[in-house]
């Protein structure tokens, strides 16, 4: 989680050693374009590009999040090089960066921002030198993407920032389209088919619950993978049972963006019930989530690794809960509000392609909802005891309809402002 916050270091900043001995690294800026004349007060707000240093070249994943506005930045424990800033003076949006062990060989960077701001674009580059960084450009939330209204990256005569390294970016060498998809940053969607093994979930008409929800899983798992924007999870992709609690902590080992269960409902009323459900956790078992978070952070919300970072940082875990207490509290409610945000899109779109309950956003307490980590939706396809719908279900017309719908939503998700995460 946020592990991270407690270390805090500006400027030259290395993993490991002392600044003397440690490789050399790229150089570290932050850079602000200058607006254009002509253009709208909207666009006056500026783009910023903050560049890191690094001893080499390493995967990494940057996100911008909301409530505090921020931007996060997860790579490798390597030797790296930070901007340093007056935190009493911001640099275009940003106002304060914070960087330390998020977990045993990864760090996280804190990027305070002024506002809610999107990544608009992220890479790793080499400097005059030969020598690596990772340039990222934020701009605000609901401003245009590039336009008009940006000239390019202001030196640092224009901004009169003493020792800040600012410069304009440097061109990009040609990259083929293949090659950059390969290389970026794919949230991690976790798909978790419902039952399996011994425990068959709900039977009618034919329809057996765990085979019709894997099927559709594998053909959700496959549009999801063809558009090569996401990379997929599947808790079962066999006729295998998983226990409840082994599911969520799949997805929570595997740093989760998404959590969706799949399931077909049953009802008692026979097929007079129809129609799509999307579950999401309940408001009170939530705030319970939360209220927890808050009073026994490192216990009930940290895992194992990120605890025992806390622990390497201070002998004096007490010195510590209070900020990782807030720090969980914020996080289980930013995930309680997006989990809403991504519900609503869900039913959007399925509704597009599929018949719904007459109130099909609904609420419980799953147990494979009681995540802390990121949104979870559990997804009623249909009821198995409604003839067209079990028909539905076995249908692969219906299924590659319907996953679509869902494919959109989750494309719709990634794409609002504050949720996104860059390409």
Avoid at 11 to 20: D, E, F, L, Y
Avoid at 66 to 75: K, Q, Y
Avoid at 118 to 126: F, G, H, N, P, T
Avoid at 374 to 384: H, N
Wanted: net charge neutral; aromatic share 6%.
């Amino acid at each position: 989680m946020a592990a991270a916050l407690l270390c805090a270091v500006t400027g030259a900043a290395s993993a490991a050693g002392s600044a003397a001995d440690a490789p050399k690294t790229g150089k570290s800026q932050i850079a602000i374009a200058n607006p254009s004349p002509d253009a709208d007060s909207r666009s006056k707000v500026l783009r910023t590009r903050f560049v890191v240093g690094l001893e080499r070249k390493v995967d990494y994943r940057v996100f911008a999040i909301a409530n505090p506005n921020r931007v996060v930045i997860e790579l490798p424990d390597v030797t790296m090089q930070l901007p340093a800033i007056d935190e009493n003076k911001p640099v275009g949006l940003v106002r304060a960066v914070r960087a330390g062990l998020a977990a045993p060989g990864t760090t996280r960077i804190v990027i305070g921002v002024t506002q809610p701001v999107v990544v608009e674009s992220s890479a790793i580059e080499q400097d005059d030198k030969g020598l690596s960084r990772l340039a990222i450009v934020i701009r605000p939330a609901g401003s245009p993407m590039g336009g008009p209204g940006m000239k390019g990256f202001a030196e640092p005569s224009a901004l009169g920032a003493a020792g800040l390294q600012l410069q304009p970016p440097l061109p990009r060498p040609a990259v083929k389209p293949t090659e950059r998809a390969a290389k970026a940053f794919k949230p991690i969607i976790v798909l978790d088919p419902g039952h399996g093994g011994y425990d068959s979930g709900a039977v009618k008409f034919g329809t057996v619950e765990k085979n019709v929800v894997l099927a559709f899983s594998l053909v959700l798992r496959d549009l999801l993978e063809k558009t090569g924007r996401y990379k997929v999870l599947m808790t079962r992709n066999d006729d295998t049972f998983i226990p409840l609690d082994d599911r969520t902590k799949y997805a929570e080992r595997n740093r989760a963006n998404i959590f969706i269960a799949i399931h077909a409902d049953y009802s008692d009323q026979g097929s007079r019930a129809r129609g799509a459900t999307i579950y999401t956790l309940r408001d009170g078992v939530a705030k319970n989530l939360e209220r927890s978070a808050k009073g026994n952070a490192a216990e009930n919300v940290l895992s194992a690794e990120e605890i025992d970072t806390v622990r390497k940082v201070s002998d004096d875990v007490s010195a510590v809960r209070g900020i990782l207490a807030d720090l969980a509290e914020r996080d289980v409610e930013m995930t309680h509000e997006r989990t809403g945000m991504f519900a609503k899109t869900v039913i959007e779109n399925m509704g597009e392609s599929t018949p719904m309950r007459n109130e099909p956003d609904q609420q419980a307490a799953f147990r494979v909802l009681k995540t802390a980590q990121f949104p979870s939706v559990l997804i009623e396809l249909a009821y198995v005891t409604n003839k067209q719908d079990a028909s539905n279900l076995q249908s692969d017309g219906w299924r590659g309809k319907v996953a679509q719908s869902i494919v959109s939503a989750i494309d719709n998700y990634f794409s609002h402002e504050i949720a996104r995460l860059p390409f």
